[in-house]
Each structure stands twice: as C-alpha cells, then as structure tokens.
C-alpha cells in the first residue's frame, strides 16, 4: 500500500511540474482597421453560407462588410439585429456590426481560444464619450453544451464590464449570452436593455 502511495505523489508531482498556468491579460486595444481586413472568403455553392443575405446587410448602414456569409444561425442573428436596430438608433450615434472571419481571438484564464462570431460597436449618444465594444455568439442547438465553456466566458466578460479609458473616451469590452434561435426572445430582452 505505501508503494502504491509513494508512486501516485510521484506521478502527482510529476503532473502538477508539466502543468502550463495562464493568467489572463488586459485588453489590448488597436485600430480598428488593423484588426480588420478586407479578405477573399471561399465557400462551395452548395453550402448553407453561400447565401450571403446580400439584400438584408449590403445597404445596411450598420453592418460593416456587404455580405453576411455565416452560418444558418448566423443569419437568424442578422435577422434579428436588423429588427433591433431602430430601437438601438435611439440610444447610439454610431452602430456597427462586424463579422469576426477569425481575426480576433480572445483567450479565458486557462488558455482556451474562442473567435466570438460578431463585434457590435455602438457610441453613446448622450452625456460621456463612451463606446460599447460587445462581444456575440451564435450558437446552434446541437452545440450549446459542447460550447457551454464559451457561453461561461462570455457571461464572465458581461459581468465584468472591462473599462478602457483613454484622452477622449471610454470604452466598455463586454458581452452578450449565446444567441440561438431557440431561446430568441430572452436574447433580444437583453439585447434591447443595452
């Protein structure tokens, strides 16, 4: 028995002396437009994402790019937002939507990556120069459990409210729960009381 103990410390220290420890940073902030870049995406005409809901987001004065080649759930998102948008017009100046095609990542406290499918940003129209930087994730039914670590984080940062102040303005990092199609109307609660 003490033999079985003295192997499993060892292999317990073992471990413990292998093990990567993260610590979580700032938010690093950069221009906008170098972060985001204009790029060539390729999808098969067969795919769901080929349909780039053109009519909806091309003129759209808050979305950014002129296609929206996302997935199914993605594109329930759009609809909604586009929905939303008068009622966030009336509380913001600038409102704009951005599509993350994997050029940002943001890292939680043990290292896991996760590219939030959307960056809405949104400038407060009245009183401090503050800007909402929000993070957003649609996510499919069949993939809210596997991802239920990326819905945590998302409803860590929310919590969190990050501040970033510089000469001129406030920028507030946060976050809004999964999207999913399914639970549509508790997202948009939230959505409208940003």
């Given at each position: 028995?003490?033999?079985i103990?003295?192997?499993?410390q060892k292999?317990?220290t073992?471990?413990?002396s292998?093990?990567?420890?993260y610590?979580?940073?700032?938010y ?9 870049k204009?790029?060539?995406i390729k999808i ?13 987001v091309?003129?759209?004065?808050w979305?950014?790019y002129?296609?929206?080649y996302g997935?199914?759930?993605?594109k329930?998102f ?5 929905r ?6 009336n ?6 939507l ?9 890292y ?8 939030p ?23 499919g039914?069949?993939l809210?459990e596997?991802d ?5 984080f998302?409803?860590?940062i ?7 102040k510089t ?7 946060t976050?809004?729960?999964f999207?999913?199609y399914?639970?549509?109307h508790?997202?948009k ?6």
């Open positions: 028995m003490q033999a103990n003295r192997l499993l292999i317990e073992t471990l413990k292998n093990l990567i420890e610590e979580g940073s700032d690093i902030f950069d221009y906008i437009h170098n972060v985001f204009d790029k060539e098969s005409l067969n795919d769901e994402r080929a349909n780039g809901q053109e009519a909806l091309n003129s759209a004065p979305y950014v002129n296609a929206n997935t199914s759930e993605e329930k759009i609809d909604l937002f586009s939303c948008y008068n009622a966030l017009s509380k913001y100046d600038a409102i704009y951005i599509r993350n095609e994997r050029e940002i990542k943001i939680d406290n043990i290292g896991r990556a996760f590219e499918d959307f960056l809405l940003f949104c400038k407060q129209r009245e009183g401090e120069r503050m800007t909402l930087q929000i993070f957003i994730e649609s996510k039914q069949h809210l596997h239920k670590w990326k819905a945590d998302l409803n860590e929310r919590k969190k409210h990050y501040i970033i000469n001129t303005e406030t920028y507030v990092i976050a809004l729960p999207y999913n399914n639970n549509e508790e997202f609660r939230l959505f409208e009381v940003l």
